[in-house]
């Protein structure tokens, strides 16, 4: 299962290091990889979250053919530009994301479309996802586990 989120705005970053400048602005725990301009974004992503090595994807797509598809929120304009990011189920990549969006936002004007809670949120409220799943990621996967490996016991 892949989660989704969407940044639009109305101008965007012209480099990663730009975008990297955005998040150790805020304070934010991710590192981005400089490895491929930020025009050619299409794709993984690798990240460090912390001292972790991860990776989300992330890719520019059409605003203007995005933007009638949605139709969970309203939009206030139609916006010039989006970062499509999308993730599995490491808890990691997902954090990473969210703080990398919350910090692009800020720095953009953007807004974000969380699709699992199916609306706009706030770059604060981002940053509570991210620390949520960091914090509890681990717990609920030793759940998993545990329920995994219980079943084959019975």
């Not at 139709?71 to 490491?90: E, K, M, N, Q, Y």
């Not at 004007?109 to 681990?138: F, K, T, W, Y």
Request: aromatic share 8%; proline share 5%; net charge negative.
């Amino acid at each position: 299962m892949s989660m989704e989120m969407y940044v639009f705005s109305d101008r965007h970053l012209d480099s990663i290091a730009a975008w990297q400048q955005a998040i150790d602005a805020a304070g934010d725990p991710v590192q981005l990889s400089t490895g491929r301009p930020f025009a050619e974004l299409n794709g993984g992503l690798p990240v460090v979250l912390r001292d972790r090595p991860t990776a989300f994807e992330c890719s520019h797509w059409n605003a203007a053919e995005l933007i009638p598809e949605i139709t969970s929120v309203s939009l206030d304009h139609p916006w010039r530009f989006v970062l499509a990011f999308r993730w599995g189920a490491d808890f990691d990549a997902g954090a990473s994301a969210y703080l990398a969006a919350a910090a692009y936002v800020e720095a953009t004007g953007g807004v974000i479309l969380d699709c699992q809670e199916g609306r706009l949120i706030s770059p604060a409220r981002a940053r509570e996802v991210a620390q949520d799943l960091e914090q509890n990621g681990p717990r609920l996967v030793k759940m998993m586990l545990s329920k995994m490996q219980n079943g084959r016991a019975g």
